[in-house]
């Protein structure tokens, strides 16, 4: 089984930045694509950015286009998400995700993971 560890969260004024790091363990060269998905209190998870392992592809919710990045490391298998201008709803907890299964998906959707972290704290203040 795929392990996933989540760290970088934090309290941050609006504005500023964190970059969130995902440390993955176990057989990672079946992953296919690691995601970010952030849930906020009262409501439901929702996506926010993926790569693929190949890193032949980069996705993100509109609602952080442009303000995070997305990028992975393979030599230390990990991937980050810089987080930049932050806002207060940006605020949630963050999780890591990984997809191990072959067929095709929609990254966006969090069935479509097998994997998860234990998620990360990311508050913003006004």
């Known amino acids: 089984q795929v392990q996933l560890v989540e760290s970088g969260g934090g309290l941050v004024q609006a504005g500023g930045s964190l970059r969130l790091s995902c440390a993955a363990s176990g057989p990672t060269f079946s992953t296919r694509i690691m995601g970010w998905f952030r849930q906020a209190p009262g409501k439901e998870r929702e996506f926010v950015a993926a790569?693929?392992?190949?890193?032949?592809?980069?996705y993100y919710a509109d609602s952080v286009k442009g303000r995070f990045t997305i990028s992975r490391d393979n030599a230390e298998n990990t991937v980050y998400l810089q987080m930049n201008s932050l806002k207060p709803e940006d605020t949630a907890v963050y999780y890591c995700?990984?997809?191990?299964?072959?067929?095709?998906?929609?990254?966006?959707?969090?069935?479509?993971?097998?994997?998860w972290g234990q998620g990360t704290q990311v508050t913003v203040s006004s």
């Open positions: 995700a990984a997809r191990t299964r072959s067929g095709s998906y929609i990254v966006h959707f969090a069935y479509v993971y097998d994997y």
């Open positions: 790569i693929s392992w190949s890193a032949t592809g980069t």
